[in-house]
């Protein structure tokens, strides 16, 4: 067990619905990392916070939003969402915002089917 | 752009016998690190070893070591005395920066044959 929750495990919806996944960063940990995972793409960097602010933005789609609230637990919101979608959402947690000495955690991952 | 490929989508080994599975990435920069990830069919992202670019050493884990080759931007994995739980997809990951977000290979799928 990393420490890291995500909820829900698995998540099938239709096209155009918007879906919040959500993630608790482990004890302690200030920054918050989103990842997807698909066939196609690999695994793809999505958005950074640090400490409630957007502190790095990788592929993140405009029809892609994520907050970190004050209790330092993350969700990522999908909307007007696309079959292309269907994919494996990670989050991670790491102590400080990326030096490479610290760990990053991952969870589990949201599942999340679009049909 | 820094990128990280790994040309060998699948790879099998025997049972107690070794497997290296390669990495090469490509980056401007000097000081950098690379990681190796587990993922299991659990779907658990699991780190198996870090390298730092401005340690010459190469990192070891128990039965895991890296070659790692600065010059030719290479950072091959290396699995003795294979064990079946040993079987999982391994991405090879570079971080740079003070935002610390991975940038990933596509993966290797490991079989471990008894």
């Known amino acids: 067990d990393s420490g890291v929750t995500q909820t829900p495990k698995h998540l099938i919806t239709a096209t155009g619905q918007r879906v919040t996944l959500r993630c608790s960063p482990r004890?302690?940990?200030?920054?918050v990392y989103w990842y997807q995972q698909s066939l196609d793409q690999g695994l793809q960097f999505l958005i950074q916070?640090?400490?409630?602010?957007?502190?790095a933005k990788g592929n993140i789609l405009e029809r892609f939003s994520a907050q970190q609230f004050p209790d330092l637990h993350s969700e990522l919101n999908l909307s007007s969402l696309e079959l292309g979608d269907s994919a494996l959402y990670f989050c991670a947690s790491s102590v400080a915002p990326g030096t490479g000495n610290t760990e990053a955690f991952f969870g589990q991952g949201t599942r999340l089917t679009v049909v | 752009a820094q990128t990280v490929t790994q040309s060998q989508p699948e790879m099998s080994v025997q049972e107690a016998e070794t497997v290296t599975l390669s990495c090469t990435y490509d980056t401007s920069e000097s000081d950098y690190y690379l990681f190796w990830y587990k993922q299991p069919p659990s779907r658990q992202m699991i780190l198996v070893i870090r390298q730092e670019a401005y340690k010459q050493q190469n990192a070891t884990e128990n039965r895991f070591s890296v070659n790692f080759q600065k010059a030719a931007k290479s950072f091959s994995l290396k699995i003795s005395d294979s064990q079946l739980g040993d079987a999982a997809m391994y991405f090879c990951a570079y971080l740079w920066g003070s935002q610390g977000n991975l940038i990933f290979g596509k993966g290797t799928k490991l079989s471990v044959k008894p």
């Open positions: 004890s302690g940990d200030l920054s």
């Open positions: 916070y640090y400490n409630g602010e957007e502190r």
